[in-house]
């Protein structure tokens, strides 16, 4: 069993997840908004806990790109520009394009086509596609964000490569960090949010790479789109 430091170092470790989790899901309900500041002492305060696991917190949402530090005035909730979402969707669609060649691909490191664990996978990952869309119909914009972030994430650990499928979770979280502070001035978003989410599986269940790449060039072409008009006022 580990020692009294063990235990320590695994409390101060969850505890440092756990703030950082909050933090980005306050980011993405747009209660902390593109520029904010705040210091160590007020985030320590409000959820009761010590400096030192806020402070590693934050400096991981710093190395996400979620927040910029200041070393004289504490940290910032980062300001994405319409720029940095395009920059960002490019990174995405380069990775997903390999992702769904490589899945399409009759691999030997990957799940097999015809492999039954393959179909049992696309099909856990298509029910996150149905709730996905259930909450994009609605307009409900966080529970989309936290069924299309599973979404995403799950499809890419079929690729299996962690470091892709976390790299593709880190542009995923910017592009809503980015989008949201838009998306928050619409009073009713039914209708508004992209929702081809089980499409998307159906093509990669048939193989279909070519089908998949469009699917997600439409849903890019719409997210730009929207994004630029709000971003105009």
Known sequence: MPGPSGNVSVTRSTLRQQIADALRDEVLAGRLQPGQEFTVKEIADQYGVSATPV????VDLSAQGLLDADHHRGFRVHEYSVA????????RSL????????L?????????????RLAAALAGVR?????????ATCGDLTVLIGYDLRFWREL????GNAYLSDFLHRLRVQSWVCTVQYLR???????????????LVDALARRDATA???IVEAYNTHSLALVERLAAG
Do not use: C, K, N, Y
């Open 156 to 159: 890419a650990a079929l690729f």
């Open 55 to 58: 402070r590693e917190a934050l």
């Open 84 to 91: 940095d979402f395009r920059g960002i969707v490019e990174a």
């Open 212 to 214: 998949a790449r469009g």
């Open 127 to 135: 029910r996150r596609g149905e709730e996905a869309e259930r909450a």
């Open 95 to 102: 990775v997903t394009d390999g992702m769904f060649q490589a």
């Open 104 to 116: 399409v691909a009759d691999r030997q490191d990957l799940l097999r086509p015809g492999d039954p």
């Open 185 to 199: 001035t619409l009073s009713d978003l039914r209708g508004v949010l992209w929702s081809g989410h089980t499409e």
